[in-house]
């Protein structure tokens, strides 16, 4: 097979659109009408038409919030941490990666200002912002991680839009906006060496700004004296999550990625071998941190904490707390272990099970020490309407819709990587480029 | 009705008192929602009496720009000197209820139904005049009765003349549903048939049986003064309170010790403890020797030999044996006796749980018997006799023999008869009254202030019998569930719009007189039924014209009231009456301190002049009412267990109850709120909003059940259940609550109202549907403990 | 200046719930109504907690007038995004309407559960909003509301003003003769949740002699 044949796939996505295309965007758009209904009643009639009260304030959204800025960070972990350490199999799924950092904030986001009592006051939070506050922490983080993000999702876009500019057969604004986003890159030796100059520079300043987002998060219930949220560990508890649900996320987007765009050649079997073992690692990670939590509460023996703690463990939410485990460990670890079963397809169902655990861990955290307010109270239960269920599915349809539309006017792999991970392989030297660990 | 300027408070004089309760300093603050708030207002405080229940607590109304906004307590009155009670602010919505009637109503379709038109005054007027006028031809005016309920100051008055004049001897009051008791057994003993007023600033010790103290006794604002005065005004003194209680209420939570009595056995429990202070003499000897009757044993005129009440106690109530009658260990007997005798002035007391039983007033005397024996009567810290405000006279009735005629007749509930001897209204009797047409049929049935669809015993019964009277005419404010099925509503004014006097109730037991007066104009097209009264008397002619010589109840008020000036003592005096009334208007509250006390003669008002164990008036009126039956038979008859000279003592008799404990293994206890405005309050959002905090239950009703009781029978926490007794069932949440007896089921009065408005209706259950009516014999109250009930999962 | 604070003696309340009510009239708070009581969104500025518990016979019954603690540490100042929530000079934490955003961050971070939100616009059924109280904002949907102390009013709050049992005290903490201070240095004072480290400034007198 020859090399055009061979990355005719790649292009094929943005530049041939089917009848799957529209399907899929036709029943996109239709959740996203329902979601869109949804939130529009809460909109006239307040946040009354969620299911939350007094004294369970936070609920799903904020749940979604952390559920989103969670995931978001797998596209920190493959593209930045693997381009440090220069693990070439990463070539393929970066940009996959980063996309999903990107619209994940978008929902995160998103989630927050539904959340929101009064977004119309949005503004606000720029306007008095008060930097004792961890929400206004998380504002800024999450402004700096998601212009960081976009921005390292930009920058190794240029020569793939370059490539795009100069295809043949374009329609007349598709030709426009490569032009224009490509901003004149003509792959020259210094514009090579300076766009690798940044991408490298970003690669290293954006891990510390994702771990300071999910950090962030995590302070926002830290920081408060309530129950089973006032923990030292919540910090790295919250980061190790987030990449695990963001692995988790990025081996689910590979698979549907590579089913849809027949991407078998540069997604391969190997790159779910390597982020399963990756997935694994951080099942015993994050069961590691889970423990350490509930033990120490429970030694604690600390009256408030400790109904927080049997709510989770043996009362209402034992449901939710046992399927968490099963789903975040106990399985991934049964599947991953087993050789048998350690397939693409028992990585990607695991990835499944690890997401939905993910969610109920956030959920775990966000609603039982509500439930258990420390004085007396007649309300203890929280029961999500239909509204924010909707939220939730509305959100992932809006993921689901940003990536479809930016994989059909960009494309998924990074062409220009690829390209250039072969000519590594086949032990060419380009100039201005080391093959070795630590480029780019 | 128009208002004349007078009646309006002038802003001067409250303005200063106003100001002193702080200063409304108006910070600067934003405004969300501009408008009205950003213009400057023109505000008034008007003193008035809040009437959401007869406390009689004086009010300042807050009014801007004449609506009503605020009710906070106002200063000057005695009885609540500035506070208020949660049901005070909740005035507010029942002034602007939107369930409201605009103007007189009358009932076009069938009875019940929605069928209601209006109709102008003048015609309502009439058409009650008409017919009360026909009625008085044939069959005769006793065929008039008139249902009043809570009714302050000259109303009672009023409508008991109005009923003179007609010729009816049908005014039926609904204190056989409440107090009548009390009343009765101090009737009986201290001959007064009125409640106890009690110095409670200066008490050591109160043995509470059933009262509400702190949460719906009356006046419950002065008694949470009074309880808040003995805990913690007196340095180095603290009062002890023990309340004795079948349930583990407020009262029981705020108290010192709560004494879980079997239900109707207070009466005995009373005696166990006086067979301590007799035994270990631990009595008030002089008080004893000077001031009572019977206690050693007694030969009266006749030369007939009686038995005294101190060897009939120690006979027939040692701890032992009271014990086993109350569930009450003979320890706590023993010690709460010492206990109470060694902390005078103390106080014993009792309220609807000890009296509202078939042998409620024996009951209550049990329980003066301990202020007897103590010395706590007509002594600081101790219980007194209220006085009276000097009331003008009311002028003679003109003579007409048709009304002669009429209150010759026997009385239509069978009161002050061999049925109920010492009753002088029985409420409850109505339904069956009216089912049979005995002793007569009834022409025409008013209810004034009153919910007899609502607030009696087998309600059902009540709403069969109300289709007998062919003309029922309501003065209710709302479409409550009697007014509903009323013929003619004739609204009264809110209280909050309403010109009235208003005595307070025996409590601070110097002379204390309240008046209410408008706040607002009145919202709608209503009128006082005072004026009302007269109108129709107007209207009627002849002697019913004669009869009310006024021109509007103001003028009757004004009348009574210059008795008052012309006192010339109390409060407020003045060389002219017009100067007189001015003032009263202005403080809204006329009173005459201190107490005196030690005057025996005006208490003691029995046949001996002193306090009598052995009740001489009770045997008066029974020997009246014998005839040539043997007094055996007759006590029988009567339900009295006792016999001999025990039957007129304070004794224990055994309580009725409708039921057999195999089939309805529980007691049923309906008790009362503070949140709840005797029923009248479910009306009203803020009280329903917090109705049963101790539950943690609003907008709805439940029954309590004892947890262990419940695990059980297989009930939990929040289950509907099913409250059954012999004459019906109603469902219900059930809640398990530590504080029930295992034996006792308690379900709060207040909810279940079929009409009353969109917040009262159809809400919570009624637990009126499944009490029997049931009634002492002796004195016609109703015993609302009386009914057995079983509960089961729905 | 004052530095305002509470007193609410135990051994004279008598769990009436006068305070609350006062309050509610006081401030314009309306009902909820029964079905969004139930779904715990009524608004109590001022609420009295309570707990019966034991077994029969030995049942105790706790009841506590719960207001704003106004505490001098305020969790919910910190954790405002906005400032919406502050603390004014007389140790008043209060509530800036018009800035709120509605996040429910103050919310979630008192430990008093004193806070409020306006779920929906409040309501007042037809002819009732003729009894709001003009010195007072009436709260819009979707912002977070509190007791003020009846800051309009200093300086006797609704509350105080009301109680039959003259169980509750206000005044100058930093005044030591005044009557909170004296009460507040007397061996029956605690305070809610005091290990908390918030500093309320509302102080309560336990039962008993």
Redesign the interface.
Known sequence: MNKDDKEAVLFKPVEKTGRGFYLVVAGLVLILAWAAYAYSRQIV????V?????????GLYITNFVFFIGISHAGTLVSAILRVFGAEWRRPITRAAEAITVFALVLGTGN?MI?????D??L??I????F?????WD?TSLTVYLTASLTYLYLPLIPDLAILRDRPGLSPWRRWLYTKLSIGWQGTEEQKHRLERLIGIMAVLIIPIAVSVHTVVSW?FA????PMWHSTIFGPYFVIGAIFSGIATLIIVMVILRRAFNLYAYITDQHFSNLGLLLMIFAFLWAYFTFSEYLTEFYGNEPAGMRVLFAKLVEEFSLMFWAMWLFNFILPFILLSNRRTRTVTGTVVTSILVNVGMWLERYNIVVPT?TR???????TSYTPTWVEWSVLVGSFAVFAMLYVLFSKLFPIVSIWEVREGEEIAAGGVVAGHHAEAGAD | MKISRRDFIKVSSLGAVATSLGTLAKQSFTQVVPGERDLPYTQQWVSTICLMCPGGCGVLVRTINGRAVKIDGNPLHPVNTGKVCPKANAALQVLYDPDRLTGPMVQKGERGSDGWETISWDEAIQLVAERLADIRVNPGPQAMAFMSGRVRGQMGGLIDRFLAAYGSPNHIRHDSLSIDGERIGNELTIGHREQLAYDWDNCNYVLSFGRAFLEASRPTVRQIRGFSAMRRDRPNRRAKFVQIDTRFSITAAKADEWVPIRTGTDGALALGIAHILIAEQLYDRRFVSEHTHGFEDWTDENGVAHEGFRSMVLREYHPVQVESITGVSADTIIRLAREFANAQPGVACGGRGAVMQTNGVFNWMAIQALNALVGSIEVPGGALVQNRPPYTPWPDLPADTVADAGLAMARFDGAGTREYPLAHSVYQDLPERMLAGEPYPLGALFIYYTNPLFSSPDVNRFYEAIQKVPFVVSFSPFLDDSSAYADLILPDHSFLERLQDDEIEPSLGYAVLGLRQPVVAPLFDTRDTGDVLIQIARAMGGSMEAAFPWSDFSQVIQNRLSGLWAFESGSIRATEFSHFWEELISQSVWSDPPYAFGQWGRVFNTPSGKFEFFSQKLFAQLDKLRGEQAWGEWLAELGIDASGDMAFMPHYEPPRYIGRESEYPFFLNTYKLMTHAEGRGANTPWLQEKLGMHV?KSWDAWVEINPEVAERLGIEDDDWVWIESPIGKIKLRAVLYPGARPDTLNIPFEQGHKHYGRWAKERGENPNWVVASESDQLSGIAAWFSTRVKIYKA | MPHWGMVIDLDRCVACQACSAACRAENNVSFAGPE?TA???AIYWQEV???VDGEYPNVRGTFIP?PCMHCENP?CV???????TYQNEEGLVLQRYE???????C???C???VR??????PEWAEGMERYQNPDVPIRP????EKCTFCTHRLPVPACNQACPGNARFFGDLEDPDSVVSQLARSPRAFR??ED?G?EPKVYYLREGA
């Open positions: 009639d307040g946040l009354d969620t299911g939350l009260n007094r004294p369970v304030y936070w927050i959340d929101m009592g009064r977004p006051r949005l606000n939070i306007r008095y912002g008060r004792q506050s961890p929400l206004v504002v926002v920081m408060t004296v309530q509500l307010p420390r004085l007396p109270s007649p309300i | 943690k | 969004e779904l715990g969104r907690l309570a707990e719960r969790p910190r954790v405002c995004p906005v400032g919406a800035r709120c955003i509605g996040c429910r961050y919310m979630v971070a430990p008093y559960a409020y939100f306006n779920w929906r616009a949907k979707g912002v977070v809610l949740l908390l918030t």
